[in-house]
């Protein structure tokens, strides 16, 4: 069977590395747009702090969590996982309570978040923290890095024979691929949070993290321009007999051929990585506040604060707002960073379905989509894979797709 996946960020990589597990011939094919949000991402996996009242949301997550250990493992390489826990962190103790109950409610059905404790002096595992934080320790949660999944799972599939081709890839209205090369301008939506209907926040409001868009003055949305990606020629058949469009905040626009609107629009995230010389910060934990930016470490003393949450179209540009805003809080819940050293700055467009859930699931006879993973992408994503590829083989999906399936278009 051959399969062509439009899109290598950790959704096509997933889809990529699971197809060729199962001995598919595996192309996938990807632009290299500026704002791919895997390159962005934090690495937070922690799904059990999240979408109370959302079991779609939460089962999604909380099954991607659960499949990256045994990942790690095949993969037999450093993709920068480590259960490092997150320290849950407020001003209030009080303001624990209802994140405290909704854990104690999920660990029979996912002990893998591991004993649940209040920690008195947070600065012992965190140094950096503001003094007189109240804060509780999941000690299952985990960090990664985004970067190193998608290359070793590429790497994987490449290994058993998968194709990685540079191109864009365009659909023709009965599903066929064509590959074209072409500049990206890093520019141009036809679909704007407000046009599509979008929910203000990544998740609803009763989220541990609360992922409102905090700019005070909402930046404008970039206009809409009729091609994202300007093709210069007519592009090369890929043969197929099946495809698989992860194409994260671009799959509406790949898919419009199909003769479907899917409203997936981008959301922009800031990031930045700061070093503490001497430092060791390989195990610190993450830190989740309530509101406001994560903090979580890696090796090379290196901190990530981020990010901002913001619908301004396809802009994938670091502003100075932007880094205001990450700055100014993180220094607010960790003023012992005052002296980092800030060595990057990254920014990814996060896909989101406007309807606010993931969208996973066949859109044609041949064609299946799966993206719209939003804020979570780095804990859903190979596991998101992995359901792609099980629909494009005609093979019963490890999860229940229902609540995720697309539009289907009669062809
Ligand atoms: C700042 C930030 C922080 C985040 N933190 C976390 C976190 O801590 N935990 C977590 O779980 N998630 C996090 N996320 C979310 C996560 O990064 C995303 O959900 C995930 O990376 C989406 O992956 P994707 O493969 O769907 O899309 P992408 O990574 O955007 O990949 C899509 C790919 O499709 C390609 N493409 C598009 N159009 C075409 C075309 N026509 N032809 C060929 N290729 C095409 C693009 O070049 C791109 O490489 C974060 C995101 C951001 C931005």
């Not at 036809?190 to 993290?209: I, K, L, Q, V, Y």
């Not at 070093?275 to 830190?287: L, R």
């Amino acid at each position: 069977m051959r399969v062509v996946v439009i899109g290598s960020g950790i959704v096509g990589a997933g889809a990529a590395y699971h197809l060729s597990r199962r001995g598919a011939a595996v192309t996938v094919v990807d632009a290299g747009c500026q704002g791919g949000a895997t390159r962005a991402g934090a690495g937070i996996v922690c799904p059990w702090v999240d979408h109370p009242e959302d079991d779609d949301w939460y089962h999604l997550t909380r099954e991607g969590a659960r499949a990256y250990p045994a990942l790690v493992e095949e993969l037999g390489e450093d993709i920068g996982y480590a259960k490092v826990g997150a320290l849950l962190v407020a001003e209030d103790p009080v303001d624990l309570e209802p994140v405290r109950a909704l854990l104690r409610r999920r660990h029979a059905a996912a002990p893998e978040m591991g004993d649940v404790v209040d920690v008195d002096t947070p600065t012992e595992l965190f140094p950096p923290l503001s003094d007189g934080l109240s804060a509780l320790l999941v000690p299952g949660a985990a960090r990664v890095d985004g970067c190193s999944v998608r290359d070793a799972l590429l790497r994987a599939a490449v290994a058993r024979g998968a194709e990685v081709r540079t191109g864009v890839a365009t659909l023709t209205p009965d599903g066929r691929v064509l590959l074209h090369r072409a500049d990206d301008t890093g520019e141009g939506t036809r679909w704007s949070p407000a046009a599509a209907g979008a929910p203000a926040d990544e998740g609803e409001h009763t989220s541990w993290r609360q992922a409102a868009p905090l700019s005070a003055a909402p930046a404008p949305v970039t206009p809409a321009s009729p091609e994202a990606l300007r093709l210069t020629d007519e592009g090369v058949p890929v043969e197929a007999d099946a495809v698989i469009v992860a194409a994260g905040a671009w799959t509406g626009e790949v898919c419009r051929p199909l003769g479907v609107e899917l409203p997936v629009f981008p959301r922009r995230g800031q990031i930045l990585h700061a070093t503490m010389e001497g430092v060791d910060t390989a195990w610190w934990p993450i830190i989740l506040p309530r509101t406001g930016p994560y903090l979580l470490g890696f090796p090379d003393s290196r901190v990530v604060v981020g990010a901002t949450v913001e619908d301004v179209g396809f802009s994938p540009r670091v502003t100075m707002g932007g880094l205001d805003e990450v700055i100014e809080a993180g220094l607010r819940v960790a003023p012992g960073l005052f002296s980092a050293t800030v060595t990057e700055t990254r920014v990814g467009l996060r896909p989101v379905y406007a309807p606010g859930r993931a969208l996973i699931g066949p859109l044609t006879d041949r064609v299946v989509v799966a993206t719209g993973l939003s804020a979570y992408g780095l804990t859903a994503g190979p596991f998101t894979g992995g359901i792609a590829a099980a629909l494009a083989l005609g093979e019963a999906p490890p999860l229940d797709i229902t609540p995720y399936a697309p539009p289907r278009i009669g062809l």
